[in-house]
Nanobody, 126 residues
Framework: QVQLVETGGGLVQTGGSLRLSCAVSGRPFEKFAGGWFRQSPSKEREFVAVVAWSGVGTDYADSVKGRFIVSRDNTKNMMYLQMNRLKPEDAGIYYC???????????????????WGQGTQVTVPS
């Protein structure tokens, strides 16, 4: 049974940092890309970042480039999202998800992902 579990969310002041973790169990695919998405009450679920199986290929939403870092450790079946210089507009529920393979735009679309975690709340008061 495939399971993704996010942890690390919380309340942080503007300019602060958080590190989200995503534990992947059940080995969904032989190899897979890992994505991070977020959703706030006023917005649809939006792409944040994606990391390839190798950990070398990454992509970010323009809104987080230069502030967030996505990574993974396949030996531990973990994915991470380091979030720095947080802003109120970064607040929301953050989800990790996996897809066997994606390139370009396909990596940024939630519908392409096969398995999702339950989400972890990030709060950045304005």
């Amino acid at each position: 049974q495939v399971q993704l579990v996010e942890t690390g969310g919380g309340l942080v002041q503007t300019g602060g940092s958080l590190r989200l973790s995503c534990a992947v169990s059940g080995r969904p695919f032989e190899k897979f890309a890992g994505g991070w998405f977020r959703q706030s009450p006023s917005k649809e679920r939006e792409f944040v970042a994606v990391v390839a199986w190798s950990g070398v290929g990454t992509d970010y939403a323009d809104s987080v480039k230069g502030r967030f870092i996505v990574s993974r450790d396949n030996t531990k079946n973990m994915m991470y999202l380091q979030m720095n210089r947080l802003k109120p507009e970064d607040a929301g529920i953050y989800y990790c998800a996996v897809v066997p393979h994606c390139t370009g735009y396909a990596c940024t679309v939630p519908e392409g992902y096969h398995y999702w975690g339950q989400g972890t709340q990030v709060t950045v008061p304005s």
